[in-house]
C-alpha cells in the first residue's frame, strides 16, 4: 500500500494504529495491535489491524477503513478512568423492570465499549457480603463487565491486573 493510499485510509478512519497499541474493540474489551497488513478478500486489496486478546487467546483482524465504524478506539483516558471510578462510588440504580429487559441493557452497555457505561453496570450489579446473592445471570453480567474494567484500567494505569482490580473493589465498598 502507497503511502497516499495510507494517508487516505488514515483520513477515512481519523483512527491511525500502530504494533504494539493497546486498543478497546467493543465486543471483545482490550486487546494489542500486532501488526498492520495487507489481505485479498473477493478480489479487493484491503489493509487491516491484527489485533491479539491474550485474556482469550484470540487473534482479530480488522479493515483499517472499518475501524472506526465498528467502535475500535484507543484505550480511555486517565480522566474517564477517573470519572469511572467515581461513578463505581455512586448509589445503584435499578429500575424496577423485568430482569430480561435489563439484562438486555446490560449486556448492550457492556459490548458498547463506552467505558463509563461499563462502570454502571458494574457498579449496579455489585453486591456486598451483606447483601443478597445474585442469581447467575446477574452474576455472569457483573463478572463480563468487571473483566472489561479492569482489564481497561490495568492497560490505562499501566498496572497489572490484581492491582486493578483492588482499585476498583475498593470504589465499590465506598459505595456500599
Known amino acids: ?5 495510507k494517508a487516505k485510509a488514515k483520513a477515512k478512519t481519523g483512527l491511525d ?19 498492520v497488513e495487507s489481505d485479498t478478500v473477493a478480489g479487493f486489496d484491503i489493509e487491516v489491524y491484527v489485533i491479539s ?3 482469550d ?4 483482524r480488522v479493515p483499517t477503513a472499518k475501524a472506526r465504524s ?3 478506539r484507543p484505550l480511555a483516558s486517565a480522566k474517564v478512568v477517573s470519572e469511572a471510578l467515581n ?3 455512586g448509589k445503584a440504580r435499578v429500575k424496577r423492570t423485568m430482569w430480561s429487559r435489563r439484562a438486555q441493557e446490560y449486556e448492550a452497555k457492556i459490548n458498547s465499549g463506552d467505558l463509563m457505561q461499563i ?9 456486598a457480603d451483606d447483601q ?6 446477574e452474576r455472569q453480567l457483573y463478572e463480563s463487565a468487571l473483566d472489561r474494567l479492569v482489564r481497561e484500567v490495568a492497560a490505562v494505569e499501566n498496572i497489572d491486573r490484581e492491582a486493578a482490580l483492588g482499585k476498583l473493589e475498593k470504589s465499590l465498598q465506598k459505595a456500599a
Open 1 to 5: 500500500m502507497t503511502t497516499k493510499t
Open 17 to 35: 494504529f500502530k504494533v504494539n497499541d493497546h486498543i478497546v474493540y467493543p465486543a471483545h474489551g482490550v486487546g494489542v495491535v500486532t501488526g
Open 53 to 55: 486478546f491474550e485474556q
Open 57 to 60: 487467546k484470540m487473534t482479530l
Open 70 to 72: 465498528c467502535g475500535m
Open 87 to 89: 461513578t463505581l462510588k
Open 119 to 127: 462502570a454502571e453496570v458494574v457498579r449496579d450489579l455489585y453486591r
Open 132 to 137: 443478597p446473592e445474585q442469581s447467575y445471570s
